[in-house]
């Protein structure tokens, strides 16, 4: 089947503009991850999504940012007020039963470019 | 603080030689560890795992090598092929935590 799938691939979009992220994760993966890479840096965790549990949201930068996922599949990165600092590339990642049982199977991202 | 991190940024090797991209972390709790690699404008994909209960690990052309003794992890690939140049990235859990990622290897390989 087809692996994640995020939109859009590129954003450009203007300081203080708000922005929503959209991942779809591999049918039937109960875990999804949202992480962030600035240019030329490893993956800064944000956000986990296990089945119907509370999400963990120890890794989000500020309040500005949030997650939601639906009916246990789509899930969308909404990122208020956007700052230059907010450039980076957004990772969205699905796991069939979380990450210490299964692999995450990561999309391409979203280039996110705050001008 | 803890961190997972790779001992050297780049490593440039000849097509067919062996690569070693080598990760220390700093929590002797973590317990799962995997290896990622990343191409230009993709997302990380899975190459291996290995768990704590494990020293080596093996799959096709690649070992993971486990010291849990000094914290450190070692990728290798054997007969390093032009399709290998990548930036490979050593990820840790554990318990209660997400996937904890270093900031990445860029192997070059040159023909």
């Known amino acids: 089947g087809a692996g994640v799938s995020q939109s859009p691939s590129n954003k450009v979009t203007e300081k203080g503009k708000d922005v929503e992220l959209r991942c779809d994760p591999i049918?039937?993966?109960?875990?999804l991850y949202w992480y962030r890479q600035s240019l030329g840096q490893g993956l800064e965790f944000l956000i986990y999504f296990q089945g119907n549990s509370a999400p963990d949201k120890s890794g989000l930068p500020s309040d500005r940012f949030s997650a939601e996922r639906t009916g246990g599949s789509v899930s969308t990165l909404t990122i208020q007020r956007t700052q230059q600092e907010d450039s980076a590339v957004y990772l969205c990642?699905?796991?069939?039963?979380?990450?210490?049982?299964?692999?995450?199977?990561f999309g391409n991202g979203t280039r996110l470019t705050v001008t | 603080g803890e961190s997972v991190g790779l001992h050297l940024p780049t490593l440039s090797v000849q097509e067919g030689d062996n690569s070693i991209i080598n990760c220390a972390y700093s929590n002797s709790a973590s317990d799962y560890f995997i290896w990622y690699k990343q191409e230009s404008g993709k997302g990380p994909q899975f190459i291996i795992d290995?768990?704590?209960?494990?020293d080596k690990r093996q799959g096709q052309r690649v070992t993971v090598l486990l010291n849990k003794t000094v914290k450190h992890l070692s990728l290798q690939i054997a007969a390093t092929q032009p399709g290998d140049s990548a930036v490979y990235f050593c990820a840790e859990t554990r318990a209660g935590t997400a996937l904890i990622f270093g900031k990445g290897t860029t192997l070059s390989v040159s023909s």
């Open positions: 290995i768990r704590s209960n494990m």
């Open positions: 049918s039937g993966h109960t875990a």
């Open positions: 990642a699905s796991s069939l039963r979380g990450v210490r049982n299964s692999p995450l199977h």
